[in-house]
């Protein structure tokens, strides 16, 4: 049966201190790879990895002061999420983390929003 994790369960920490307001967390993970061509053929015969690549972005309302100043600062953080779901949970973790951008929108009737993007080295899924 699939794992279903609700974000109201759900927390995010930077550092050890939970992002309040989180709206949303989001990454991709992208690994580098070449294909390696038989000669005289159109088939693959291996294929070579290199770089993995993560990306991620927080999504948060307002503002938050602790993920401006480390776009400021440009120091390496860590990123830990625990999903939750009734008695379900997942531990994700971002190591060596570098803020890289941040938008800020609000539209009428709304609030503002934040949406902070980073990369990290590595992400654990346990």
Request: hydrophobic share 40%.
């Amino acid at each position: 049966m699939a794992a279903i994790y609700t974000a109201f369960a759900s927390e995010v920490k930077v550092n050890e201190e939970t992002i309040e307001g989180l709206q949303a967390i989001e990454y991709s993970t992208t690994k580098n790879s070449r294909d390696v061509g038989a000669i005289g053929s159109d088939e693959r015969i291996a294929v070579y990895f290199g770089l993995k690549v993560v990306n991620g972005r927080l999504r948060v309302a307002s503002a938050n002061a602790t993920l401006d100043g480390l776009l400021q600062s440009n120091q390496p953080f860590s990123i830990s999420a625990t999903l939750r779901h009734g008695e379900t949970q997942r531990l994700v973790s971002f190591d060596d983390c570098y803020m890289g951008d941040k938008e800020f929108a609000l539209a009428a009737q709304g609030h503002g929003e934040s949406i902070y993007q980073f990369t990290a080295t590595r992400v654990r899924e346990e």
